[in-house]
Nanobody, 130 residues
Framework: QLQLVESGGGLVQPGGSLTLSCAVS????????IAWFRRAPGKEHEGVSC????????YYTDTTRGRFTISRDSAKNTVNLQIKGMEPEDTALYYC???????????????????????WGQGIQVTVSS
């Protein structure tokens, strides 16, 4: 069983930066991706980025490539998401999630599909506003 806990959210001014952290409890050796998702008010979950916790491979969507950086800290067992140049449209609940679905191992781009994930954190609010 895996547990994930997000931290680092809050209020940020437009143009600012923020780093979210996902603390992972449990072994990730059998997991193929840990991802960040977000859900804006009235919208569906949107995949942001994902990382293979074992080899460090990363994936970004066309929307997030450039301003978002995902990374892992093996010593702390965390997966971090740095967001730069924040925009009001980045306001959302941000979640981290982990998947051990075999599809993601062979088609890594599936790592931004929320239906591939069974283990989720509770989410953390990020608000971009002046």
């Amino acid at each position: 069983q895996l547990q994930l806990v997000e931290s680092g959210g809050g209020l940020v001014q437009p143009g600012g930066s923020l780093t979210l952290s996902c603390a992972v409890s449990g072994s990730t050796s059998d997991f193929y991706a840990i991802a960040w998702f977000r859900r804006a008010p009235g919208k569906e979950h949107e995949g942001v980025s994902c990382i293979n916790p074992n080899d460090g491979s990363t994936y970004y969507t066309d929307t997030t490539r450039g301003r978002f950086t995902i990374s892992r800290d093996s010593a702390k067992n965390t997966v971090n998401l740095q967001i730069k140049g924040m925009e009001p449209e980045d306001t959302a609940l941000y979640y981290c999630a982990a998947t051990n679905h075999i599809h993601v191992k062979y088609v890594f781009s599936l790592c931004t599909e929320p239906t591939e994930y069974k283990f989720w954190g509770q989410g953390i609010q990020v608000t971009v506003s002046s």
